[in-house]
Structures are given as structure tokens and as C-alpha cells.
């Protein structure tokens, strides 16, 4: 371009220092230029044209002065035909609390009766929110209405009541109906970075044409340009401080989870703990219980020696009387002569205790091998507690 020149928005080249996502320049295009402003209503409400009786900026600010603390929240508030309110907004700042933030300024402006009017006179209320981010990620759409439903049948509650989502980055999901309205072009003027794109999208009709006059003209304005300037330094430092609130938010949340690992490390450890005890406790009523069973052997065994004594001097007995017997009989052979019929009687009194004796012998035997085979079992039972000891003492350690 010749340096004599006049820059003009026609040949315009290179980034646009300030967009229409600039709330300051939004709210400056708007105000300056009606034609601009009637032409978004008619495409966001999807108005006709020749409709449009009026439209009045009830909140207008003097453009280039310092935004003070009534007009620092720049959204525009219009009347329409002198019978609807509708607050428009810019914000590319993602706000986690948006959705009730734009429920309270619809409320707001739906609370427009004057002294003296009836509830039927009350006007319709519009917030129109245009936004650089998803205000619902797990539903994306590119232009919401959202009014008061009945959640069963789908009856609007009040059709007065209305809040519209314009999503500048789900430009991609603009159904027919959006398109037949122009509004994803609108939201690409929105979005345009160059003089080269916007002029672009100018050339769809005299609106468009409008709008990139009228944000070069103000890109040229040096007031203007301090104020839009002003607002996006304000946006910088209002981010910074999210993402450090966002930062010490994570923070805090991963100490959270720290503490709530150790506290699930300590309660495992405690869990162990009470099952080890429970083993141990186990370990301990089993050793009771085979100690329990070998002092029961012990007394078994003991009775069984004490029978086996008390068979032992019986058996002894009988031998004293065996001994006595075979005096008897010796003596009795002496006189076998004098009295034969004695000594047979002395005779079968002898096979008689001599077979009592072998019954002794027998029994004697049993009783012996019957202490055998429980001595055998108490030597078992003493190394199955040696071994349960043994495992009690490892597992103690």
C-alpha cells in the first residue's frame, strides 16, 4: 500500500488488534453502530427485519472513558419495540459459575414492572450469552434456547422467560436452522483475527459490511483502543489469579488424596493387624486344645498303669498262692498215699488257678500292648505341639 495512502477498512491487512470477543469493543459496536446491533437481534432471535420498530440501549456508556464500578460488567441492555428486554453479553473468560450467574441477570431483567402495573404487563426477558467456551462440556451444542419446562410433558412453564447460549467454539455443530439465520457467521465475524478474514465474511451481506466498518473505525479510535486495552489486562490478571486459585485448588486436592491413601494404608494395616491376632488367638486355642488332649492322655495312661500295677500284684498274689499250692501239694504227695481222693481235689484246684493264671497273663499282655499303642500317640501329640509351638513362636516373631 502506497504511504499516501488512507488506510480504509477495504484495504485493511494483518491482525485486528481488538475482536468483537473484546467485551469493551463489543459493547462499543454495538452502541455505535444500530444497524450492527438490529442485525444480531434479527439473526439471533430470528426475527424479520422489517419487524424491528426499535431498539434502544437503555445502559449506554460514553465511549473512551474509564469504565467505573456501575459499568464494569459491559453487557448490553436493550429494549425492543418497546415490549422486550433483552441483555446481551460477551464473555470469553470460562466461569464455572456462568449458568447461575446468567440465571441471576435474566431474573434481573425479567424483574421489570414499573409502579403501578400488573403482572400481566410485565415485558418478555432475554439473556443472550455469547461465549468462548462450553458452558456444558457433556453437551456441546453451537446456539441454545433454554426457557422454564415441565420436565414430564415438555409445557413451557412461561414463555416470558428465555436465556440463549451462543458457543464460539462449537462453531461446527451450527444445525440448518442456524445456518438459515446467519448466526454461525456471526460468530465467525466474532471470531475473525485478521482484516483479511473479517472482509471476507463482510462480503455475505450489508450488515456484515457494517460491522467490519464500524470495528476498524473504532480500532482507529485511540480512546477506544486504551479502554479495550484496559479490559483485556483486566482479563490476564483475572486469569492468572484462576489458574493460581486453580493451582492451590489442585494442591489442596492432591493432599486430600495423600491423606486418604495413608488413612487406606493405615486402616489395611490395622485390618492386618486385627487378622493376625485372630490367628494368633487361633494358634493359641489349638495349643490349649491339644494340651487339653495330651494331659487327658496322661490321665488315660495313668489309669491304664494303674490297672496294669494292680493286675501286676495280682498276678504276684496268685504266684504267692501258686507257691502255697505247690507246698500243699507237695506236702499232700507225701501223704498221696493216705488219702488219693485229696490229692485229685488238690490237683484240680491247681489246673483250675494254673488256668486263671494264663487268663492273667493274657489280659496282662492286652493292657501292655494297649499302653504301648497310647504311649505311641502321646509321643505323636508331643511333636504335633512342638511343631505348633515352633509355628507360633516364627509367626510371633
Not at 451444542?141 to 464460539?168: G, R, S, W
Not at 463482510?202 to 464500524?214: L, P, S, V
Not at 489486562?233 to 495413608?262: D, F, P
Request: proline residues 1%; negative net charge.
Amino acid at each position: 500500500m502506497n504511504r499516501t495512502q488512507k488506510r480504509t477498512f477495504k484495504n485493511a491487512a494483518g491482525k485486528i488488534d481488538y475482536t468483537m470477543t473484546n467485551d469493551y469493543m463489543f459493547r462499543a459496536v454495538l452502541q455505535e453502530n444500530k444497524k450492527v446491533l438490529t442485525g444480531m437481534l434479527c439473526s439471533l432471535l430470528h426475527l424479520e427485519h422489517h419487524k424491528i420498530e426499535s431498539v434502544v440501549i437503555v445502559n449506554p456508556i460514553q465511549l473512551g472513558e474509564a469504565v467505573n464500578d456501575k459499568t464494569f460488567v459491559l453487557d448490553v441492555k436493550v429494549i425492543l419495540n418497546n415490549s422486550v428486554i433483552i441483555n446481551i453479553e460477551m464473555q470469553v473468560l470460562h466461569q464455572s459459575f456462568w449458568n447461575d450467574r446468567s440465571l441471576l441477570y435474566l431474573c434481573s431483567t425479567f424483574n421489570n414492572l414499573e409502579k403501578g402495573e400488573g403482572y400481566t404487563e410485565v415485558k418478555p426477558a432475554y439473556h443472550i450469552g455469547i461465549l468462548d467456551f462450553t458452558p456444558f462440556s457433556e453437551y456441546p451444542e453451537f446456539y441454545a434456547t433454554n426457557k422454564m419446562m415441565n420436565v414430564k410433558n415438555h409445557y413451557i412453564y412461561n414463555d416470558k422467560f428465555t436465556l440463549n447460549v451462543l458457543d464460539l467454539t462449537q462453531i461446527h455443530l451450527a444445525t440448518e436452522e442456524d445456518q438459515a439465520y446467519g448466526i454461525d457467521y456471526w460468530a465467525k465475524l466474532f471470531k475473525a483475527k485478521t482484516w483479511e478474514d473479517l472482509k471476507m465474511i463482510a462480503q455475505e451481506n450489508d450488515i456484515f459490511e457494517e460491522t467490519g466498518e464500524t470495528i476498524f473505525k473504532l480500532n482507529q479510535n485511540d480512546s477506544v483502543r486504551y479502554m479495550c486495552e484496559a479490559r483485556e489486562e483486566g482479563q490476564r490478571i483475572l486469569r492468572t489469579y484462576e489458574n493460581m486459585l486453580a493451582t492451590e485448588k489442585e494442591a489442596r486436592e492432591e493432599g486430600q488424596r495423600i491423606l486418604r491413601t495413608y488413612e487406606n494404608m493405615l486402616a489395611t494395616e490395622k485390618e492386618a493387624k486385627e487378622e493376625s491376632q485372630r490367628i494368633l488367638r487361633t494358634y493359641e486355642n489349638m495349643l490349649a486344645t491339644e494340651k487339653e488332649a495330651k494331659e487327658e492322655s496322661q490321665r488315660i495312661l495313668r489309669t491304664y498303669e494303674n490297672m496294669i500295677a494292680a493286675e501286676k500284684e495280682a498276678r504276684e498274689e496268685g504266684q504267692r498262692t501258686l507257691r502255697t499250692y505247690e507246698n500243699m501239694i507237695a506236702a499232700e504227695k507225701e501223704a498221696r498215699e493216705e488219702d488219693q481222693r485229696t490229692l485229685r481235689t488238690y490237683e484240680n484246684m491247681i489246673a483250675a488257678e494254673k488256668e486263671a493264671r494264663e487268663e492273667g497273663q493274657r489280659t496282662l499282655r492286652t493292657y501292655e500292648n494297649m499302653i504301648a499303642a497310647e504311649k505311641q500317640k502321646c509321643a505323636e501329640k508331643e511333636e504335633l505341639i512342638a511343631k505348633l509351638q515352633a509355628q507360633l513362636e516364627e509367626y510371633q516373631k
